[in-house]
C-alpha cells in the first residue's frame, strides 16, 4: 500500500549531525513544519547540551536522543531518567549492554514519570542498538568475536531487548522482516542506512533505498547526510518523500 506524502513525513528522522548547536538550528528551521522527526546524535548533544532538546521541541520536532547508552544498569537507569525530563520523544541503548541493563532504562523512565516531572509529558519510546549499519559480517566474526551472520545477532539482540521491554530496535533496513517476524509487527524498527538513489554510500555497508526500506516494512528511517549534506536540505527531502510515495 502507497504511503500518503504526510505518512512518509512521519517516517523520517532527520540526523542533524552538526557541530554546534546554531548550525543544527539553522538546518531544523529549513525543515520546520514539514512533518519529520529531529535526531539528535552524540555529536551534537555534545557539543550543544541539553538544551537542544528543548528548542527543537520549541520547533514543533519530535526528537529522537541517539546517545546509545553502554553502561552498568544503576548508571543507564539514572541516564534514561535524565533524559526522560529532557522531553525527548525517543532515545536509544546498547542491546549488547544485556537484558538487566534494558530493563534499567525502561525503570529510569518510570521513575521519572513516577516523580511528576512536568517536563515528561508522555513516556518517551526507548530502543535498542543491535549492530550500527557500518558493521560487515567480517567485523563482527573478526574484529568484535561475535560468530554467525549479521541478521542471527540482530534478531538475537531484537529478542532480547522486546524481553526486556523495550519498544523496538535499531537495525538496517535488511533486518526489518526478519525482525518483525521474531518480535512481532509492533516492535519498532528504526532504521539508519538509508540512501536515495545515486547517492554516496559513505561509510555504511547494509543499506537500501527509503522506497526499498518502506517495502521492507519499516517503522522508521534514519537520514543524515542525504539530506544535511545538501545544498538544499528541504528540496533533498522533499524528494526523498517522492521516493518513498511512489
Not at 550543544?48 to 552498568?72: C, N, Q, Y
Not at 517495502?215 to 547526510?225: E, K, N, S
Request: negative net charge; hydrophobic residues 45%.
Amino acid at each position: 500500500m502507497a504511503l500518503s506524502r504526510s505518512e512518509a513525513a512521519a517516517k523520517v528522522m532527520v540526523a542533524l549531525d552538526k557541530p554546534d548547536e546554531a548550525s543544527a538550528l539553522r538546518l531544523a528551521d529549513q525543515l520546520q513544519g514539514s512533518g519529520c522527526w529531529a535526531k539528535v546524535g552524540m555529536e551534537l548533544f555534545y557539543a550543544a547540551g541539553p538544551g537542544i532538546i528543548g528548542e527543537l521541541k520549541a520547533r514543533g520536532f519530535r526528537v529522537f536522543l541517539d546517545v546509545k547508552m553502554h553502561d552498568i544498569p544503576n548508571t543507564v537507569r539514572g541516564g534514561s531518567r535524565s533524559i526522560a525530563r529532557l522531553g525527548a520523544d525517543m532515545f536509544n541503548v546498547h542491546a549488547a549492554g544485556g537484558a538487566a541493563m534494558m530493563s534499567a532504562a525502561m525503570q529510569g523512565v518510570q521513575d521519572a514519570i513516577d516523580a511528576g516531572d512536568a517536563s515528561v509529558s508522555a513516556q518517551p519510546l526507548v530502543i535498542a542498538v543491535t549492530q550500527l549499519t557500518s558493521t560487515s559480517r567480517e567485523t563482527m566474526n573478526d574484529e568484535i568475536g561475535i560468530p554467525g551472520t549479521v541478521e542471527d545477532a540482530v534478531v538475537h539482540y531484537a529478542r532480547l531487548a522486546k524481553q526486556a521491554g523495550l519498544n523496538g530496535v535499531v537495525a538496517s533496513p535488511l533486518e526489518v522482516e526478519a525482525i518483525k517476524t521474531a518480535c512481532g509487527d509492533e516492535f519498532l524498527t528504526v532504521t539508519p542506512g538509508i540512501r536515495p538513489r545515486g547517492a554516496d554510500i559513505g561509510d555504511q555497508t547494509r543499506i537500501t533505498t527509503p522506497l526499498d526500506a518502506v517495502r521492507l516494512g519499516t517503522d522508521y528511517l534514519v537520514i543524515g547526510r542525504p539530506i544535511t549534506g545538501a545544498s538544499d536540505p528541504a528540496e533533498a527531502y522533499q524528494s526523498i518523500l517522492e521516493e518513498m510515495t511512489l
